[in-house]
């Protein structure tokens, strides 16, 4: 019974051995083929990755095989002599991490070559291991070391890749806040990168464009959402050359570039389509836009006038667009509280009644003076009968006292409107005025 337990020990210890003896085997014929298993692994990246794929130059080709194969001499080289891999292993990782991200390749293609050139190596390590149950056996105890130097090597190389973009993002953020400080200054970058770079957004002496003005609503807005909205901006699409947007302290500044014949009030709908968007995604705004600068000198003009259309918005944000307004519009919206105070109380108190039920009276009057006075216009704007816009009308005559067919009394009535929109006043139940009942 005694030799029968000496003969398992024995036994156990000799099949022991011949397994790590096969495992030092596998390794040996792996690593001795490590340059063409690389070049194997190049070309399976470009059979499944289309950023590989895309690469026609052999320099390139030849470096992702280099690197390749320093990764597998690594991995195989510690589990041979039954170590950890250390950073001191995988040094040359940094330098061609760096290089992938200049290239333009994103992280997960990246990423994804590593799977690739694993699953090479795997294959190769099942091929040298043949068929004999020892060989496989010994195979299937590389499985584990070699999966940990994958993750260990890919995430210091995603580390890598990841610093690398940053730094070109800062380096890219501070051109762009270079070249709008230029620009305020009314002028064009006389040469150099600054100049470059203006050219790459489409601007030159006599170009026109406008300025647009964004800040948070929200003064606890996170860094991360300050970022997205920027993004959104630059990514809006405007027209064919980019956009520039620049974080500029605690507001976000975009300038841009107007076609030949192009439409003001289109981009600034543009705009506003993007504020929308972000608001949605809970990122609120103010956005002030400027009218349009005829050209580069004029633009430290415009951006003083999207600052004040910017600060003309109220707590809850929105969008002051001044190509949209009129000057009549504008005017009243810069009124002063003396302004205000000439405006009749009476005017006030039926302006937050009527917008308490709907606005309809409001709107009324105002499509009355964008149809020039006619009735039949009026009520087709409004989609109502005539008879309706004239019943309307002797309502708003009833309630306030003026007449809307009387240039001075739609005048009054307009300027009410105006300074009312910029600054509600008081609302139907809380105001105390008198008002009229018709």
Known sequence: MALGVAERVNGSATHSEAVLAERTRILSAVLAQSDTLARKAVA????????????????????????????????????????????????FVRAAAMRRARAGFALEDYINAFRVGLQILWEAIIACAGQTPVG????????????????????????????????????????????????????????????????????????????????????????????????AFAEAGLYDTATLVVGRHAEIVAVPILRARADPAAVCDSLDAVRERL?????????????????????????????????????EGGVAALPRLSPFAYLARRADDTARRLVDPTLYAFLAEDRGRGGLLASTIRAFADADLNMRVTAEQLHIHPNTAQYRLRRIQQRTGRNPRRIADLLELLVALELNEANPVGDAAGCSYAVRQG
């Open 136 to 231: 496989q056996e010994a195979a299937l105890a590389l499985a584990t070391p070699l999966m940990r130097y994958t993750d260990f090597a890919s995430t210091h190389a995603g580390h890598a890749y990841v610093e690398f973009q940053q730094y070109e993002l800062a380096d890219a953020d501070r051109e762009r806040r270079d070249l709008l400080e230029h620009l305020l200054t009314g002028r064009l970058p006389a040469g150099g990168p600054l100049l470059a770079a203006a050219q790459a957004y489409g601007f030159a002496a006599d170009v026109r464009m406008i300025v647009a003005t964004a800040v948070a609503v929200d003064r606890h807005l996170s860094g991360t959402g300050s970022h997205a909205a920027t993004a």
């Open 279 to 315: 608001r949605e995604d809970g990122i609120p705004l103010a956005l002030g836009i400027s009218t349009v600068a005829g050209n580069v000198a004029e633009l430290p003009r415009a951006y003083r006038e999207a600052r004040t259309a910017l600060e003309s918005l109220g707590d």
């Open 44 to 91: 399976a990246m470009r059979a499944e990755i289309p950023a590989y794929a895309a690469q026609r130059d052999q320099r390139f080709l030849d470096d992702v095989a280099h690197q390749v194969g320093l990764h597998y001499r690594a991995n195989l080289t510690a589990v041979l002599e039954g170590r950890d891999v250390t950073r001191d292993d995988i040094a």
